[in-house]
């Protein structure tokens, strides 16, 4: 086991024009935010442009993934299929998972119809498992960060296939939010928390939906929907 500074790593090479334009782009780690001892949970990274240009895309990009706290490894990643032409390589180890990322280098708007600065695109994907002996209360932090040499690369004129690179290009931002874990001592069906999978957790999870509350996401995908309610009854025959 191994208790802080896991790093998962991917990385992009590309030629870079900076250029100076207006926008944010905002890199989330989303999960869920319960876990129990030794449960493994699935982590996505995610992008996402506001401001302008318009024709602002995401072409690539170079970050490493942080965990601390009591966690066990990070398992082999993967890039979600609007990177087309993504590669990853590496093995994973029990402290660090070395990622490349290549070939990003595409328009992300030309080649999937509908994607737009309101979409947010899913980077890469992995999954963290949490230490067997983690204490029930305590809590794993995992954040993104840029990697060396490394950031999100932006496509401003995908006919030449002029680019740019935050956070080095003047006038844009890039910032990012992190993924608080709490650590609990049963699985999430336990929605109230007291350390048992019982009938009255059925009646925590209506509450939680109503008020949108973390422990309505039951199948952990950052979102609070009916979906929910049939995780939760999965969740609940699984027990603790």
């Known amino acids: 086991m191994f208790k802080n500074n896991t790093v998962l790593t991917a990385v992009t090479a590309a030629v870079l024009a900076p250029a100076a334009v207006a926008q944010t782009v905002t890199v989330s780690v989303l999960g869920p935010q319960r876990a129990a001892p030794g449960e493994t949970v699935r982590l996505t990274v995610a992008a ?3 401001g302008l240009p318009a024709a602002g895309a995401i072409g690539g990009f170079g970050l490493d993934l ?5 966690v066990s490894a990070f398992s082999a990643a993967s890039i979600d299929p609007v990177f087309e032409l ?3 390589t590496g093995t994973p180890s029990t402290d660090s998972l070395d990622r490349v990322v290549a070939g990003q280098l595409i328009n992300v708007f030309e080649l999937n119809a509908g994607v737009d600065q309101s979409t947010t695109l899913t980077l890469f994907s992995t999954d963290l498992t949490i230490a067997t002996d983690a204490a029930s209360g305590s809590q794993v932090t995992v954040d993104a960060s840029t990697a060396v040499n490394g950031g999100i690369v932006l496509f401003e004129d995908a006919a030449s296939g002029i680019s740019l690179r935050l956070p080095d290009a003047d006038g844009t931002t890039l910032q990012f939010i992190d993924l608080t874990i709490n650590i609990v001592g049963c699985g999430p069906a336990d929605t109230n928390n007291d350390g048992q999978v019982t009938p009255a957790d059925f009646n925590a999870w209506v509450l939680a939906f109503n008020s949108q509350a ?3 996401d039951q199948n952990a995908d950052g979102q609070c929907t009916p979906a929910d309610f ?3 009854v999965l969740n609940f025959n699984s027990g603790c």
């Open 48 to 50: 996402k442009v506001t």
């Open 66 to 70: 942080n965990a601390s706290g009591d």
């Open 86 to 88: 993504g590669q990853l």
């Open 214 to 216: 973390p422990e309505c």
């Open 230 to 232: 049939n995780a939760w």
